[in-house]
């Protein structure tokens, strides 16, 4: 099992930047991948960004060149640095952890980000 819990959300105004940040404890050898997803009202949870175990990133369009994602393995944390913020990135965002072969995805209980205009 893989506990994961997020810190780091708020509210911030349109230009503003946060920082999220997910702790990772347990059988945390057993995680490749990791990476943050969001959720607003109404909508379908949605991939932001991705890293793998090797620092490999993946990023979603809409955040391409505003958001970081950045991983710590000796730490077991994962960060995502968000700047330039838009009120449409107003979601809950959550962190999620896939262990190898992509036998489990655990979720953190995700951090609500709010972005005022």
């Known amino acids: 099992q893989v506990q994961l819990v997020e810190s780091g959300g708020g509210l911030v105004q349109a230009g503003g930047s946060l920082r999220l940040s997910c702790a990772a404890s347990?059988?945390?050898?057993?995680?490749?991948?990791m990476a943050w997803y969001r959720q607003a009202p109404g909508k379908q949870r949605e991939l932001v960004a991705t890293?793998?175990?090797?620092?490999?990133?993946n990023y979603a369009d809409s955040v391409k060149g505003r958001f970081t994602v950045s991983r710590d393995n000796a730490k077991n944390t994962v960060n995502l640095q968000m700047n330039s913020l838009k009120p449409e990135d107003t979601a809950v965002y959550y962190c999620?952890?896939?262990?190898?072969?992509?036998?489990?995805?655990?979720w953190g209980q995700g951090t609500q980000v709010t972005v005022s205009s």
């Open positions: 347990g059988n945390v050898f057993s995680i490749n991948d």
């Open positions: 999620a952890a896939v262990t190898f072969g992509a036998y489990n995805t655990y």
């Open positions: 890293t793998t175990r090797r620092g490999s990133t």
